[in-house]
């Protein structure tokens, strides 16, 4: 074996022997081998040995050249990895180590030298020839990126040759090469977009004159002191070499110690922002310098935040530039250094301020260097005295500390399930740099003492990674999240005091005799409703407690000016609740109780009556300056962002002073106009409120009021109560509720009026159908031109020259048309037949009429020809008038002949032939000018003409074998063809006959005419295109009306069309357009299907291929043609590559997005050959562009890189290339083949390794850049990390925040993982960018840019059909009306585009923080909104996206958006927008977001309150003597008032913006169908199920936390779910809820029915029915196969063994019950005593069933006693006693004492049977009262149970928890056989199953899927295999 120096040294590894393959490194490494080739050794490598991996890619490049090479270098790498790791003691060191041994030994034996006789020589002399071959000539013939690669392998090949030839045996001349390869190889390094220190050949986008000058800016290092430091640069290299490594930002990184891949990606980062700023509207001519004015606009854009920072802190800048200096080099220098600290900043980029204060301190430091002639400050600053700052020092020194910080805090936010309280997330870290103490810190290690947690060490960053810091924390900043629902009054207090005060008002005013409104006008009247401001004060006095005591545990980090303010706003809230109440009872005459208390108080003042008034007047003065603000935004905003001491204390009163949240105040015409939205629904809402809801309440409650009922029918424990106040509150505690929740709906109408209204002005759905695209596509290519083309010189001056614009507008048009058809077809949604109908030709020059695609031309000439043969008149005009009114025929007419005249033409090659020809034509123009057509043609022959005609066509374009016989084919066809039109049409044909003397159709051995033919012409693209063109324009009938037949297709091209009737901005160039990048994260999800996949079966035998062919019938088609086309040769493996991308892209893969995303980068480059080809654009298409003009081409990719970067994160790239998991391993090699496939596409990663600091193994993390290469990655940027980044808070936000630092651009689009794009909308994103620059408030440009989605998986069954209207709703008419007119439009997702500068300066596009932050997108606009931004929604541009299609998988998104809306509810920034926004966009803000869910759950409270209020009334007989009280004659007036309540049901209203949408879209015809089809498909039962999951989810959220991010799959949902798994999914969500729903409803009905009518009954109660019926039944109606025999009998089984099965560490919860009981009281374990006392307060509610019913038995005899309750429990106790006993007993004696324990069971079973015998026959118990008594005991055991698990310590260490187990277990049973029964019932009958299937999955149906054969796995394989 060879060795490192030719010879075995001591030094080397150990010899070894040949030995068995370890079992780890078999699965790792070899197995795999054969599925990637021999290249895997190299991707493979563990993280520690990561210095060997270039060298084993070297041995694999050149294993085909030479193998003994390739042998040499992985011994090299073998020796390497042993010195480097001897001990083997790194992860995976082992098996790799062994793995390579054993391949070396192979290797050693099958490999020989082949250019010398030894190794040493072999390796010299391979060397020299490499460098001769590849890199003596090859910089000026090969790409940068080529280069880079082949010194790569010559860099390794020389370290391998100095370990294998002795050094003196190395000649000078392989040392000059190796010199050279090493200067060559820094100026060869792999790059991203800019390859900026390559020589030689240059890329074109290093030649564009923007980038040049931004490059010279760049490197202009004049008058900076230069460092004393020792640089790498050779001496010897020329003085540009020197320039282009020497630049400002080197500069700041030799002073301060940045990384080397920081301060490359900020350097490039630097020059695109600089060139794509400079060139926009500038002219190219005499380019060389940067304009003025661009520097300075970006450096207002990067340090806008940082300036207004230091206002608020009243602290100076630094970043000033003295007076003399290089004003455009010193901001580039505090630019530069801004970029490399944010990016090195890692995870403190969510800290905004943090950055600044950074920034602040290096700025001092930087002022310091250049112009105080000072060196930078020594000591703990950065370095030592004379020592220079390695690349390190600033990660290890500012960043590190801060982040060993936020992990500490991140570490007792117990993943999660700590209270928000208890540690500091980032906003609390942030803000603190909100203080002015921070600038006192000393820096930078005050950061550190600051920070940390008392009595706590700094951990270093691979601590144990679960270990919670010891010592206590550090007080919150500003705001303390605590959970309790508190915060939304808290938030909202505006809200709620205006709705509280008019139903006081409305009350007061009711409850007058003629309850009309007009009795405010009376005195009396008017004074009690003046009682509201008594009302207003005391709400005040509760909003001031909130403040304080919610605001506790952050008062050690406040100002002392803050708390002083909460306290004084208490005592004067607690002053006016005490001084309101003093002068109202001066004012009252006759007062009683206590108002005749403070009467007295106030019996010696003067003017007693007025006093109140004055009072309120008083009170009323800071609401009267605050509505007079209110008209004046301007001054408002300006207020509240001035820093001025005398403007400061006035505002100080008003509001906290916060660095956010200031100025909130839009612009007078957008306020006024939110203003009327709200004004006009409060006037609606209150008025419907008014006489709905409270006035019919008003009379009942009276003549209840005045009632004595003594006749209770339970023991009444306050008899003595009067006016039956128990009743009273019975009534309208709904009515309450319903009258806070209505708002809900009145918004709902009006935003689908609104926004309906602002839909139809903003010209949506004017073309929706394909009829209408016929009838206006006239219009579209100008349309096109006028919105998507930039005006070019020529186009302005030609304005009047209509013909010619028309002309050059369908040639711009078509270009884009006939890509974005061609893209339909790549995709498969239409046919080569659709395709060739709908493509526009690239030049109308050859004809004098515009060429429309053939689709609109279908049928014209075939009426045409009708109507000419049928033609009996002999005037031409009537023909041709006939012709011309249909202006699509005419263009059909006149292009035929013209094109047929120009194909016979160039067919023929004898002249005379020509001239007949030309003698033809001459005749039929002139007679047509001369209005003699039809006397000098006849008609008749025109239908055998076009016979004829279609026959020659055909023939032109057949393909054929032998051209002789082909050739008389056509000429046979010709003749006749020419003899028909000279005999047959013509009436003087026989005249050119004699002229020319034909001799067609004769024996003659003459040559006849038409006989020399130009065959070749067949084979010219161009020329065969008119042939495809005309044979479809004569023989297309009527069926391509319907053309395309896809409905995606129609689809698309519609919406297309009609966006561009829609207002939007017009297109700039492409260099002047803002440059954008688009940013994927990406976790674990699928890349690309395997074939595998495609054909694994479920349970049922059906694979997803076969589904999915069911499901797109056509696009499988269209697929099967396309590769099954002999002209594409597609082998067996390109099959199967097509087909898992046909399957790919169909479902929600990373490869369907890649492919959407890299459309903009083929828009791009198609909008800059437009422009570049200008008017002289060729014909030939872009397509023929891409293979003929290499510096076209060349040139539109340059641009296109420069505006355009997509970058995907996929975190665990780096773990799934290493992982032995074969999942993993696909998603590596897919994610590097989807690099390969798309240049463009950048891939960034979170690596890890194992490095080996002071002998011990450490854990460190980079940031990694990737491309794509040859065959493999190529790394382009690493950048250390200050630890592991996704440790501290949510993991997407954190993915993202890794991978922001390598997005480039002023623009930056979201793209989540299950979006695609189209072709035709990519071409519309420069446009949309446009609208940065637009000021559509009249005072600042968009921050966020919302986008439409179209959600493309509705198709899959009728819930994905419910999803996506849902969604498509929300995303189009809601965010529609949150933008235009509330302003309140946040970011919900994705595909919003952001104003990229201004967020990564203000922390992000995401908020991180750990739980509080889980709906991480929403707090990215709630935090631009905050910091002064501006969201806009615009919907002439739309993307896809994927949405969950299964029950479940919906189930798990709708828990996922409720517990992040809970959270949201205690978050500051709903704090904070909610108190300071204006009181009407509050208003938006809360119905929009939290208010929602807060509606939602109301309306289930009302529910709940509803039946506990009847339950109450029924069971004490207050109901029954109320209704039958003789005195009552309105009892029908008062049973309607009971039965209010079941008008209210929030989800069928909710309905409306989902019609209007699809009205608007699609028709109101169609949305009215569609709103019927969904109700038969049981839409309502969905959507009603989902208000249980919003509601369960928000509301435990909020008391108990437990919210987490649920992965909900995006796979397809064809496979039945177990009923288990559906038990658990939804038992305590929603069954648990439904029974006992259940329950009251039985009560109601048992116990109430002998005194009211059913039909009453079911009014109230029918909803609440409808209500339970969906959540108990739900997921079984929608779970495919759910009533299928077979399958409930398995579902019972599995139900039984999971129940059975014992629970323990490690069992998951779907195996065992117990393990999942465990797991759904987790929220409990975390919860806090508040939430733990408030759920104990919510179970007391079931012990009334008990209470109530025992004194309704028979075997009570009427009793009223409380003896009755008491001996119910002692029954009760006594049942659980005996079962206690017998469960003991089974445990104790169940095995030993067998016949011990029967005796037991049979004398408790005789005592038992003679206790109920006496019972029955002494006390008169009844069959009844047994039923009875389980509806009272059951609630009774439920509400022990939750009382246990509430108490659980507790009940532990008395020893009772396994009997309140073994309770929970019984009531499973129960609840499970409940559920379960009705299912069985229904499965007994076949065709409920075959309902619910055609239920499931109609839609599906109507687009030809047979899915009853795909759930019945009746598939017949051997047909499919013999297809």
């Known amino acids: 074996m060879a060795s490192s120096s030719g010879t075995k040294k001591a030094g080397g590894p150990p010899p070894r022997t040949q030995s068995k393959k370890m079992s780890r490194a078999q699965t790792m490494l070899v197995d795999v081998q054969n599925e990637d080739g021999p290249a895997i050794d190299s991707e493979l490598v563990p993280s520690s040995l990561a210095a060997i991996a270039p060298i084993l890619r070297v041995a694999n490049e050149i294993e085909k050249d030479n193998p003994r090479v390739a042998y040499l270098c992985r011994f090299h790498a073998f020796e390497k990895a042993h010195r480097m790791d001897p001990s083997s003691s790194g992860r995976g060191v082992r098996q790799f180590k062994t793995y390579l041994l054993h391949k070396l030994e192979k290797e050693e034996e099958e490999t020989k030298p082949q250019l010398a006789r030894n190794d040493p020589k072999e390796i010299m002399a391979y060397y020299q020839n490499f460098y001769n071959e590849k890199i003596k000539e090859g910089q000026y013939a090969k790409k940068p990126e080529e280069m880079a690669k082949i010194l790569q392998i010559a860099s390794v090949l020389y370290d391998v040759l100095k370990t294998v030839v002795p050094p003196e045996k190395v000649d000078d001349q392989t040392h000059r090469y190796a010199e050279d390869v090493q200067r060559k190889r820094e100026q060869y390094e792999h790059y991203n977009i800019l390859p900026l220190n390559a020589v030689g050949a240059k890329a074109a986008i290093m030649e564009l004159p923007e980038i040049k000058a931004a490059l010279r800016a760049l490197r202009n290092v004049q008058n900076l002191s230069m460092p004393s430091v020792t640089t790498n640069a050779p001496h010897d290299l020329p003085e540009e070499r020197n320039k282009s490594v020497f630049d400002i930002l080197d500069w700041l990184s030799s002073v301060f110690g940045f990384q080397k891949g920081n301060v490359a990606n900020q350097r490039e980062h630097l020059i695109l922002l600089l060139a794509n700023m400079d060139v926009r509207k500038r002219d190219l001519a005499d380019y060389t310098e940067l304009k003025g004015s661009t520097v300075p606009k970006l450096m207002d854009k990067t340090f806008k935040n940082y300036w207004s920072w230091c206002n608020y802190l009243r602290c100076e800048q630094n970043t000033r530039t003295p007076p003399g200096s290089d004003k455009q080099q010193i901001q580039l220098i505090y630019i530069g250094l801004y970029l490399l600290i944010w990016g090195e900043a890692s995870n403190i980029r969510f800290m905004p301020e943090c950055i600044c204060y950074i920034f602040h301190k290096m700025a001092e430091d930087v002022y310091g260097i250049l112009f105080g002639n000072v060196r930078p400050v020594t000591g703990d600053t950065y370095h030592g005295s004379q020592t220079a700052p390695d690349e390190e020092t600033f990660l290890r020194t500012v960043i590190t500390p801060i982040y060993q910080v936020l992990r500490k805090e991140a570490k007792r936010n117990n993943g ?84 509280i005060m008019a139903f006081q008002a409305m009350v007061i005013v009711a409850w007058t005799p003629d309850g009309s409104p007009a009795a405010l006008f009376d005195e009396d009247v008017f004074r009690s409703v003046l009682t509201i401001f008594i009302t207003q004060a005391f709400l005040n006095l509760l909003q001031a407690a909130l403040d304080i005591v919610l605001s506790f545990n952050a008062w050690w980090s406040l100002k002392i000016t803050q708390i002083l303010r909460y306290l004084l706003k208490f005592a004067v809230a607690a002053a006016w609740a005490v001084i309101l109440p003093i002068c109202y009872a001066s004012s009252v005459q006759n007062p009683t ?111 209840i009021m005045k009632l004595h009922v003594d006749n209770y029918e339970w023991h009444e424990f306050f008899p003595n109560v009067t006016h039956n106040i128990g009743v009273v509150i019975a009534i309208w505690a709904p009515i309450v509720l319903v009258y806070f929740m209505d708002t809900q709906i009145w918004y709902s109408i009006f935003s689908t009026l609104f926004g309906g209204i ?6 949506l759905g004017e073309i929706r159908t394909l009829g209408m695209l016929r009838s206006r596509f006239e219009s579209v290519p100008t349309a096109f031109c006028r919105r998507l083309v930039p005006p070019s010189d020529a186009a302005k001056k030609d304005r009047h020259m209509d013909e010619s614009a028309d002309r050059r507008n369908i040639a711009n048009f078509s270009h884009v048309w006939n890509e974005f058809i061609e893209s339909m077809r790549a995709e498969d949604l239409i046919s080569n037949d659709d395709r060739d109908l709908l493509l526009v030709p690239y030049s109308s020059e050859d004809v004098t009429v515009v060429q429309w695609p053939p689709f609109l031309l279908a049928s014209k000439i075939p009426i045409a020809l009708d109507m000419a043969k049928d033609f009996k008149e002999k005037e031409d005009a009537d023909l041709f008038r006939k ?55 006849r008609m008749s022959g025109m239908p055998s003409l076009s016979e004829k005609l279609e026959k020659f066509l055909k023939l032109l374009l057949s393909e054929y074998e032998s051209a002789e016989v082909y050739k008389s084919q056509i000429i046979n066809v010709l003749q006749d063809i020419m003899e028909i039109i000279l005999q047959d049409i013509m009436v003087n044909g026989y005249k050119i006959l004699e002229r020319y003397h034909m001799q067609i159709q004769t024996n003659d051995k003459k040559e006849q005419r038409f006989e020399r033919l130009n065959i070749t012409l067949t084979q010219n693209k161009s020329w065969r295109e008119k042939v495809v063109r005309l044979y479809l324009l004569l023989t297309v009938k009527e069926s391509a009306i319907n053309v395309p037949t896809n409905l995606d297709a129609r689809r698309r091209i519609t919406f297309f069309a009609n966006s561009l009737f829609m207002n939007m901005p017009s297109a700039p160039k492409v260099r002047d357009m803002i440059s954008f990048s688009v940013l994927t994260p990406y976790f674990k999800e699928d890349v690309l299907y395997s074939i595998d996949e495609l054909n694994q079966e479920n349970e049922d035998g059906i694979t997803t291929l076969f589904y999915l062919q069911k499901i797109y019938p056509d696009e499988w088609t269209n697929f099967q043609k396309r590769i099954n086309d002999p002209k594409l040769n597609y082998s067996e493996d390109d099959k199967n590559e097509a087909t898992r991308h046909w399957v790919s892209y169909r479902a929600q893969t990373l490869s369907r997005t890649v492919r959407g995303m890299m459309y903009y980068k083929q828009a791009l480059e198609l909008q800059c050959f437009l422009e570049s080809a200008g008017d002289n654009a060729f014909f030939g298409g872009y397509q023929a562009m891409e293979s003929s003009q290499g510096d076209e081409r060349a040139s539109a990719k340059a641009l296109a890189d420069m505006k355009f970067t997509y970058v995907v994160s996929c975190q665990l790239y780096g773990a799934q290339k290493k992982s032995d998991d074969l999942r993993d391993r696909s998603c590596y090699n897919n994610i590097l083949n989807l690099m390969i496939e798309y240049p463009s596409l950048r891939v960034a990663y979170i690596d890890e390794r194992e490095e080996t600091v002071n002998e011990k193994s450490q854990k460190f993390h980079y940031s990694v850049l990737l491309k794509g290469g040859d065959k493999y990655d190529e790394e382009i940027y690493r950048i250390k990390l200050p630890g592991p980044p996704t440790d501290i808070g949510e993991g997407k936000p954190e993915n993202q925040n890794h991978a922001i630092i390598f997005t480039r651009g002023e623009a930056l689009q979201t793209i989540d993982m299950n979006q695609d794009n189209y072709f035709e909308e990519a071409f519309k994103m420069r446009n949309v960018l446009e609208e940065f620059l637009k000021s559509p408030s009249g005072r600042r440009e968009p921050t966020i ?10 198709s899959v069954s009728s819930l994905a059909w419910f999803m996506s209207n849902q969604e498509t709703s929300f995303v189009t008419i809601s965010q529609r009306i949150l933008a235009y007119p509330l302003r309140v439009r946040f970011h919900y997702g994705h595909p919003d585009i952001f104003d990229r500068i201004f967020h990564i300066t203000r922390g992000g596009i995401s908020k991180a923080s750990k739980t509080i932050n889980l709906s991480e997108d929403i707090f990215a606009g709630m935090n631009s909104t905050l910091r002064g931004g501006y969201i806009t929604h615009h919907e002439y541009i739309q993307v896809g996206k994927g949405r969950d299609v299964g029950m479940n998988q919906i189930s798990s998104f709708e828990a996922k958006v409720a517990n992040g809306n809970g959270e949201q509810t205690l978050s500051r920034d709903v704090y904070r927008l909610g108190r300071r926004f204006d009181f009407f966009r509050m208003l938006s803000f809360y119905f929009t977001t939290v208010g929602f869910y807060l509606s939602s759950m109301i309306t289930v409270l009302t529910v709940y309150v509803f039946l506990y209020g009847r339950l109450y009334m029924v069971m004490s007989g207050l109901e029954r003597e109320i209704l039958e009280n003789p005195s009552i004659h309105q009892s029908k007036a008062l049973e309607q008032a009971l039965a209010t309540q079941s008008v209210f049901q929030l989800g069928l209203l909710l309905v409306l913006p989902m019609v209007m949408e699809i009205g608007l879209e699609k028709g109101f015809r169609s949305a009215l169908g569609d709103f019927i089809i969904m109700q038969l498909q049981l839409a309502s039962v969905f959507f009603t199920f989902q208000l249980g999951t919003k509601v369960h989810y928000f509301g435990r959220t909020i008391l108990h936390g437990g919210s987490k991010y649920r992965a909900t799959g995006r796979g397809f949902v064809v496979f039945h779910e177990k009923f288990s798994e559906n038990y658990r999914l939804y038992s305590r969500s929603h069954f648990v809820k439904g029974l006992e729903l259940v329950i009251l409803l039985v009560l109601y009905q048992v116990y109430g029915h ?18 339970v019926g969906s959540w108990l039944f739900a997921p079984f109606v929608f779970n495919p196969s759910g009533f299928d025999w077979q399958k409930t009998v398995d579902d019972w089984t599995d139900w039984k063994r999971w129940m059975g099965n014992r629970g323990g560490i490690g069992i998951q919860p779907n195996r065992s019950w117990e393990s999942w009981w465990d797991g759904e009281q987790e929220h409990l374990k975390f919860s806090n005593i508040r939430g733990r006392i408030l759920e104990i307060i919510l179970v007391l509610r079931f012990f009334i069933y008990q209470y109530g019913i025992v004194y309704h038995l028979d ?169």
């Open 1650 to 1667: 002998s005194y009211r009518s059913s039909n009453l009954y079911l009014f109230i109660t029918i909803s609440m029915w409808f209500l």
């Open 593 to 703: 109780g206590v108002v005749k208390f403070f009467s007295n108080v106030t019996e010696n003042w003067q003017n007693q009556g007025s006093l109140y008034n004055y009072a309120v007047a008083i009170y009323l003065i800071p609401n009267i300056l605050a509505a007079l603000l209110f008209f004046l935004p301007q001054l408002r905003r300006i207020m509240e962002r001035s820093n001025s001491h005398v403007v400061t204390p006035f505002m100080w009163w008003a509001q906290p002073k916060l660095y956010v949240g200031r100025g909130l105040h839009e612009g007078m015409f957008q306020l006024l106009k939110y203003t009327l939205f709200w004004i006009m629904l409060l006037i609606c809402k209150l008025a419907f409120s008014y006489y709905v809801e409270i006035l019919p309440l008003v009379g009942p409650s009276k003549l």
């Open 416 to 499: 999660g399930k700590a209270s928000h309280s208890r540690w500091r997330n980032y906003d609390d870290l942030n803000e603190y740099f909100w203080s002015k103490k921070c600038l006192s810190l000393k820096w930078p290690t005050g950061l550190k003492e600051e920070f940390s947690v008392h009595s706590d060490v700094v951990s270093p960053a691979h601590e144990t990674p679960n270990r919670v810091p010891a010592g206590k924390s550090k007080p919150k900043t500003n705001f303390v999240e605590a959970r309790t629902f508190w915060h939304l009054y808290r938030s909202f207090d505006r809200m709620w005091i205006f709705f």
């Open 883 to 937: 012709i011309k009114n249909d202006e699509y025929m005419l263009s059909a007419v006149v292009e035929c002949y013209e094109t047929l005249r120009e194909i016979i033409y160039g067919l023929l090659e004898d002249e005379t032939d020509r001239s007949i020809v030309r003698q033809i034509c001459y005749d039929v123009d002139i007679n047509i000018r001369q209005h003699q057509f039809l006397n000098e043609f």
């Open 1755 to 1923: 075997i009570a005899h009427r009793s009223k006693n409380i003896l009755v309750y008491g001996l119910s429990w002692l029954v009760l106790v006594t049942t659980l006693l005996v079962l206690k006993m017998v469960s003991m007993g089974r445990r104790r004696f169940g095995t030993d004492f067998q016949l011990m324990f029967r005796i037991l069971k049979a004398l408790l079973f005789l005592g038992f049977m003679s206790v109920m015998t006496v019972l029955f026959v002494v006390c008169g118990l009844t069959i009844s009262d047994l039923f009875a008594c389980m509806l009272a005991f059951l609630p009774t055991g439920w509400a022990l149970l939750l009382i246990g698990q509430v108490c659980r310590p507790l009940f532990k260490a008395i020893g009772f928890w396994d009997s309140i187990k073994e309770l929970a277990r019984a009531y499973e049973y129960i609840m499970g056989l409940l559920l379960f029964a009705p299912i069985a019932i229904l499965s007994w009958f076949p065709f409920v199953s075959e309902f619910q299937t055609r239920l499931l999955f109609n839609q599906a149906f109507s687009r030809g899927l047979q899915i009853s054969m795909i759930l019945a796995g009746r598939k017949d394989k051997t047909e499919t295999e013999k297809k």
């Open 758 to 763: 602002h839909g139809a002005l903003s010209h």
């Open 1345 to 1354: 840019l919302g986008l439409r989605e179209h959600i493309f998986t509705g």
